[in-house]
């Protein structure tokens, strides 16, 4: 028996989905959660065999409890779910080393199979998904500058992210100039904006 732990914030989806794996003799759904942070507690109290993780959820995404798997080295396979074509995302899944990851508008038999197939050691991507790998886009932006950029995202000030940085207030706002004329968008927030639609942040 497949043991699988679900996490979905969508609920009609999550329902749906869930619903038809029922029906398979040898999956099992042993959790249907909603955010990330039930994710992460329902792996670790049910220990199931994949873990189909939507890549945008409240509180923790979907990429940073593949993180925190790979971290501890669980033997739990992942699939990640996804509306987004994002070459970034999926740049990070990939490095991840996740075992699935596949477009929500894939037929319910495609995921089923990814599910046996994953078991089996295989890696399974939707096709359209693997078309934007190889269209790959790299960041320009510096490591530093990404960081900037995810605490403006977060509604931090210059002075916060400063602060946090241990950077001058002069030095962040450079880094956020840099990252302006790099994304070409006249504001932080576009900037911001644009490098999350790419997955850069």
């Known amino acids: 028996m497949i043991r699988i ?13 869930a619903s038809l794996l029922k029906l398979e003799d ?6 249907e959660v909603a955010d990330g942070k039930q994710a992460l507690a329902a792996i670790e109290a049910k220990q199931p065999d994949v873990c189909l993780l939507d ?5 923790v995404t979907g990429l940073e409890i593949a993180e925190r798997l790979r971290e501890q080295g669980s033997s739990c396979k992942i699939i990640i ?13 990939m490095n991840l080393k996740v075992e699935g990851y596949l477009l929500k508008d894939e037929p319910i038999d495609f995921l089923i199979a990814t ?5 089996n050691g295989e890696r399974v991507i939707s096709t359209d998904l693997a078309a934007a790998l190889f269209l790959n886009e790299a960041s320009p932006l510096t490591d530093r500058e990404q960081e900037v950029l995810r605490l403006t995202k977060s509604g931090m000030t210059t002075g916060q992210i400063a602060k946090t940085l241990f950077l001058t207030n002069g030095t962040v ?9 790099k994304l070409e968008t006249e504001s932080r927030q576009q900037a ?10």
Do not use: C, H
């Open 81 to 93: 779910v996804t509306t987004f074509t994002r070459p970034g995302y999926l740049q990070k899944a």
């Open 173 to 181: 706002r450079n880094y956020l100039s840099s990252a302006i004329q």
């Open 55 to 59: 890549i945008e959820m409240p509180y």
């Open 115 to 119: 599910i046996r197939k994953v078991v």
């Open 5 to 17: 732990v679900m996490a979905e914030d969508q609920k009609m989806l999550s329902g749906a989905m």
């Open 26 to 31: 040898d999956i099992e759904v042993v959790a």
């Open 192 to 201: 911001v904006r644009i490098a999350e639609e790419k997955g850069w942040i």
